[in-house]
């Protein structure tokens, strides 16, 4: 069986107008498993400083929407060209902490460029865990905050949690079933 066939049921990328953000969920073959590419930002930053996340940012008036955004947002963050993205289709919207921000998640096959390049205003480092690491819930602690689970992932660079474990946790779904 195909790595991409857990995939081949995604839904299609949302584009509601309330969608504020998109982000890019980018993932490439690595031998018989699949890794994706993940930012720490840079602890300085105004918002989610020091979060690890996906590639992305806000939808702007130019964009060709939430796929346009996420793959420009891609090319200025990590320099993935957005010829070497090939859209699967979409997760879920989210909202982060703000409630406010809702946010498109755009999953995409790479052709994962020979190097990576963090921009450094932005990207304090760029994180490629596999699909097969964060898979077992062992590999995740929990915590109960207001009423809601919330799922952490540590990597030595930093700690995945929030909107963006989110996304990973509803990406790792189609890998269980």
């Given amino acids: ?31 018989d498993d699949l890794r994706m590419v993940l930012t720490k930002r840079p ?3 105004r918002t989610h400083a020091g979060d690890v996340v996906f590639p992305g940012g806000m939808i ?7 796929v346009g955004a996420a793959t420009r947002e ?3 963050e990590v320099a993935i060209p957005p010829d070497h993205v090939e859209v699967l289709g979409g997760l879920e919207p989210l909202t982060t902490r703000s409630k406010e921000m809702w946010i498109a998640p755009v999953v995409a096959r790479i052709c994962r460029p020979e190097e990576l390049r963090p ?8 994180i490629e865990p596999t699909v097969a690491e964060l898979l077992p819930d062992s590999a995740w ?6 009423g809601h689970t919330l799922w952490f992932h540590e990597f030595p660079e930093g700690i995945l949690w929030g909107a963006t474990a989110r996304m990973v946790r509803q990406l790792l779904e189609y890998f269980r079933n």
């Fill in 141 to 146: 602690r929990t915590e109960d905050w207001e």
């Fill in 1 to 31: 069986m195909s790595l991409w066939a857990p995939l081949a049921d995604l839904p299609p990328v949302a584009t509601d107008p309330t969608l504020r953000a998109a982000v890019l969920v980018p993932l490439y073959e690595d031998g």
């Fill in 119 to 126: 921009e450094p205003g932005e990207v304090d480092a760029i």
């Fill in 43 to 45: 602890d300085g930053m």
């Fill in 74 to 76: 891609a090319w200025e």
């Fill in 60 to 66: 702007d008036p130019g964009d060709d929407g939430p």
